[in-house]
């Protein structure tokens, strides 16, 4: 009875190892992660030449399949760490709209974007280019886009200004529409 009872239950071990065995090659990273990793990297790379030939960037950028970053200029690998604080801010601010548009494919509902700072290291002609592609994702998008900058923006471009003081140690709010 022993002998039998051990027997059912090898079998029923085996078969749990090769059920695990089957869902670790599903849920690895050459399974299912590598499947969406392999659909979505070319949908990012996509966005980010269209949006980086739109802010005049000159590096080329992508990400590998193992979701590195590829940056090369005329022909040479570029290390992330050489760029100026304002290349990598275009460069990251690139990649954020990029990923805005892939996200918003599968949920259209998101509907609100905070981006603190993201003017600083950029030159003033940039600036003009960032704020008009803002612009278009929150038309396209449906979206509304807070800007968060210490520095005076063009207001134009922005239906509600936000100021925030604190004199006194004490916030004020002044709230203007364009």
């Not at 509907?111 to 592609?133: P, T």
């Not at 979206?143 to 207001?155: G, K, R």
């Amino acid at each position: 009875d022993e002998i039998k009872e051990s027997e059912e239950d090898r079998v029923v071990y085996s078969e749990n190892v090769e059920l695990y065995s089957a869902l670790e090659d599903i849920l690895s990273d050459s399974g299912i992660k590598r499947t969406l990793i392999d659909k979505v990297i070319p949908l990012l790379n996509f966005r980010i030449e269209e949006i980086s030939n739109r802010l005049d960037f000159k590096f080329n950028f992508s990400f590998d399949n193992e979701f590195n970053p590829i940056i090369t200029y005329l022909g040479i690998n570029v290390s992330p760490e050489s760029l100026s604080t304002g290349q990598r801010k275009k460069m990251n601010l690139i990649v954020l709209l990029s990923f805005i548009e892939l996200i918003k494919m599968k949920h259209s509902t998101l509907n609100v974007m905070f981006l603190d700072e993201i003017f600083s290291g950029l030159d003033k002609s940039n600036v003009y280019m960032v704020i008009e592609i803002l612009k278009e994702y929150s038309n396209k998008y449906n979206m509304t886009i807070f800007v968060v900058s210490h520095e005076s923006l063009p207001e134009e471009f922005f239906d509600t200004r936000i100021s925030v003081t604190m004199p006194n140690h004490f916030s004020e709010i002044q709230i203007t529409s364009n």
